[in-house]
C-alpha cells in the first residue's frame, strides 16, 4: 500500500510539479487585482472632534438666573444621546437633501423607497460616530470628494448640536407659557388688590397705620386731659362751661365716625384688620410679580438666544491625502490568497491521485471476498 501520510514538506516538489499552471494564476491574479485597485476612486476622511456637554450646563435659564457656569466634558449618557443623535435617520434624510447626495451617489433613478434605501446606506457607511478615549465625540465621512466630506462633517456636527438644544426647547416653551400666564395672573391680582387698599384708604381715612395710630392716641389722651382739667375748674366754680362742651364734642369727634372728623378711633379700628390684610397681600403679591416677571424675561431671553451644547476642538477639514484604497495591500492581498488557493488545489488534486487507485482497489477486494 503507498504511503497516504502528507506534510508541508511536500509542497516545494508539488509546487514544482504543478508550478507552471500556479505561475499563471499568479500572474492572472497579479493583472486583475492591479486593474482592479488602481480603478479604485480615492476616498478621503474627514474628521470632527468635539466634546459634549451635559444638558442642565447649558441651560440658560440657570445661566441667566443662577449664574451657571459653561463647562465641557459630559457623562456616558451625554454621549450616548449625541451618537444617537448624529446616527439617526431624521439626521441622515437632512444631510443627503442638503448636499443632494442621492445625484452624488449616482443614484438619481427617481425617488423610489429602494433608491431612497440605497443612499441612506450608502451615507451611513461612509459616516462614523465614535468616543475617543478622552470621552470626546469623533465623527468621521469618508466620501470621494475631500470637499465635500469636510462640509458634510462640519455640517453634521451642526445638525446634532440643534437637534442636542432642540431636545429642551419645546419644554422650555412650555414654561415660558406658565410664566407668562402667571405674571398675568399675579398682574391683575396686583392691581384689584392695589384698587381696594385705596378705596379702603379713602373710605376709613386710613393711610399710615402707624403715624394715624400715635396721632390718634396722642389727641385722644391730650383732649381726654384736657377735657377733665375743665370740668374740674367748672366744678370747682370757675373754668368755662363752653371749653367743656367743646372738648366733649372734640373728643367725640376724635372717637366716632359721626363726629365728622375723617381720622377718628371708630374707622380705625374697623379699618385696621381690613386695610392691614390688604397691604398685607398688596406686598405680597408686588414682590411675588417682580419675581414672576424677571422668570418670564429670562426665559424668554434664552429662548432667543441659544447656547451650543457642545465644545468644538477640531473642525473638519479637507483631508490632504487619501485614506483608501491601499492598492498595494490590495495586490497583495489578493495574491496572496490565490497562492494559497492554488497550493490547497494542487494538494488536493495530487490526493485525489494518490488515494483514488487504493481506495478502487480496496473495493475491489472486498467485492470479491
Not at 19 to 32: C, D, F, N
Not at 44 to 66: C, G, N
Not at 322 to 329: A, D, E, G, V
Amino acid at each position: 500500500m503507498p504511503d497516504s501520510s502528507y506534510s508541508l514538506l511536500h509542497i516545494w516538489p508539488l509546487l514544482r510539479r504543478w508550478q507552471k499552471p500556479v505561475l499563471r494564476a499568479l500572474l492572472l491574479t497579479l493583472l486583475v487585482s492591479t486593474v482592479v485597485a488602481f480603478l479604485l476612486p480615492n476616498q478621503y476622511k474627514s474628521t470632527a472632534v468635539f466634546y459634549p456637554t451635559a444638558p442642565q450646563s447649558t441651560d440658560p435659564d440657570q445661566i441667566v438666573a443662577e449664574g451657571a457656569k459653561l463647562e465641557p466634558g459630559g457623562t456616558a449618557a451625554d454621549l450616548d444621546r449625541i451618537i444617537t443623535i448624529g446616527t439617526s435617520l431624521p439626521v441622515a434624510e437632512q444631510v443627503v437633501r442638503k448636499f443632494h447626495l442621492q445625484q452624488h451617489y449616482g443614484l438619481d433613478d427617481g425617488n423610489t423607497d429602494k433608491v431612497h434605501q440605497a443612499v441612506l446606506d450608502e451615507f451611513s457607511s461612509n459616516l462614523r460616530i465614535i468616543p475617543s478615549e478622552r470621552d470626546a465625540i469623533e465623527l468621521t465621512f469618508i466620501d470621494e470628494d475631500k470637499f465635500l466630506a469636510a462640509k458634510v462633517a462640519n455640517a453634521l456636527v451642526q445638525i446634532i448640536d440643534s437637534i442636542n438644544q432642540q431636545l429642551t426647547t419645546e419644554n422650555r416653551r412650555k414654561v415660558l407659557a406658565l410664566y407668562q400666564s402667571r405674571y398675568a395672573y399675579l398682574k391683575t391680582q396686583y392691581q384689584l388688590t392695589r384698587d381696594s387698599l385705596v378705596n379702603s384708604r379713602k373710605r376709613y381715612g386710613v393711610f399710615g397705620m402707624d403715624r394715624e395710630s400715635r396721632y390718634l392716641a396722642k389727641e385722644v389722651v391730650e383732649t381726654e386731659t384736657e377735657l377733665q382739667r375743665a370740668e374740674g375748674e367748672v366744678a370747682a366754680g370757675g373754668g368755662s362751661v363752653a371749653r367743656v362742651a367743646g372738648l366733649r364734642r372734640a373728643l367725640r369727634n376724635l372717637t366716632t365716625a359721626e363726629g365728622g372728623n375723617r381720622i377718628n378711633l371708630e374707622n380705625y379700628l374697623t379699618a385696621a384688620d381690613d386695610v392691614s390684610t390688604l397691604y398685607a397681600r398688596f406686598l405680597n403679591l408686588q414682590e411675588r410679580l417682580v419675581k414672576a416677571r424677571g422668570a418670564y424675561e429670562d426665559t424668554e431671553v434664552s429662548l432667543r438666544n441659544r447656547i451650543s451644547s457642545i465644545y468644538t476642538v477640531q473642525k473638519a477639514y479637507p483631508a490632504l491625502r487619501k485614506s483608501q484604497p491601499i492598492r498595494w495591500l490590495i495586490i497583495v492581498s489578493s495574491v496572496t490568497v490565490m497562492f494559497v488557493l492554488s497550493v490547497i488545489g494542487v494538494s488536493l488534486l495530487e490526493l485525489s491521485r494518490t488515494q483514488l487507485p487504493v481506495f478502487s482497489a480496496r473495493r475491489e477486494r472486498e467485492y470479491a471476498e
